[in-house]
């Protein structure tokens, strides 16, 4: 009998700790085996890294990892952070490429070049409880061809 397996999310609050970005990738990759999305581990895992230690370098304040079933076989991945600032190339712009001997600068591009598709949003409206923003990334199951 097949059954259907709804829409879920986890979110994990963490603090500003340089041990946080780990620990919420180890519980991507649990939750990952938990739904059976085992091969969306590396993309994920590579997504969230980045998102993560964005939050945890350019913000003093707690962060959190929220993880959602968009589809049954799409992963959003986003990371809310206490800045209301979006980083520059995230959103609609290209990023700019890091100098070659820089030692930062090649996350978010990279956020963009790997994830199926992705978003930011400054929560700085009437009623959003926290403020801060919310950058996002999604990926999904290769699809396979039949025949």
Known sequence: MATVSPPWSYTLQLPHDPRAPGIARATLRTVLAAHGLTELAPTAELLASELLTNAHLHTRGPYALRLLSVEPDRLRIAVWDTDPRVPPGFGEAPPRAAPADAEHGRGLPLVRACADSWGAS???????????????????????PVG
């Open 122 to 144: 400054a929560l700085r409206e009437l009623g959003a409880s926290k403020g801060g923003k919310l950058l996002w990334a999604e990926c999904a199951r290769a699809e396979w």
